[in-house]
């Protein structure tokens, strides 16, 4: 069995140095044109008081996946804003993968949708709006 290369290019660069989302366990699974594949597994630090995963961690993972995306041409792009539809719980042990893709790309503004699952069940929908940044950020 040979190996898979890891993704290569500015978006996976910048997950590399991405310390937030190296601390919760994600990968980068692939990286294309507008598009990005990450994945995370819900550890027992990320449950709520309710015993299921915190939406918040749901929503950084769709997070990181649009970020790869948009940032997939090599353009220093960051998150002008962001929405999520929390559509099942997810719980301890569960694997989710974030598939952004971009919808939209107009001057310096993009939309992005990611679909956060779990196998194959849905559990998160999430739409990001990008701006690029001319020199990046600061």
């Known amino acids: 069995m040979v190996a898979s290369e890891p993704p290569a290019g500015p978006a996976a660069a910048m997950f590399r140095a991405d310390r937030a989302s190296a601390d919760l366990g994600m990968e980068l699974l692939s990286v294309g ?11 027992r630090s990320m449950l709520n008081g309710h015993g ?4 918040g961690y749901v929503f950084m993972l ?3 996946a649009f ?3 948009c ?3 090599g353009e220093v792009t960051v998150a002008a804003g962001a929405d999520i539809s929390f559509v099942a719980p997810v719980r301890e042990g569960d694997v989710l993968t974030a598939v952004a893709a971009e919808r939209a790309s107009y001057g310096r503004s993009g939309i992005y949708d990611v679909t956060v699952r779990r196998g194959g069940d849905v559990v998160a929908e999430f739409r990001g ?3 690029s940044v001319p020199g990046g950020p600061g």
């Open 62 to 64: 769709a997070d990181t």
């Open 129 to 131: 709006r990008s701006r």
């Open 52 to 55: 299921i995963g915190h939406g």
């Open 33 to 43: 044109d507008g598009t990005a594949v990450v994945r995370m597994t819900v550890a």
């Open 67 to 69: 970020a790869c995306a």
């Open 71 to 73: 940032n997939s041409r």
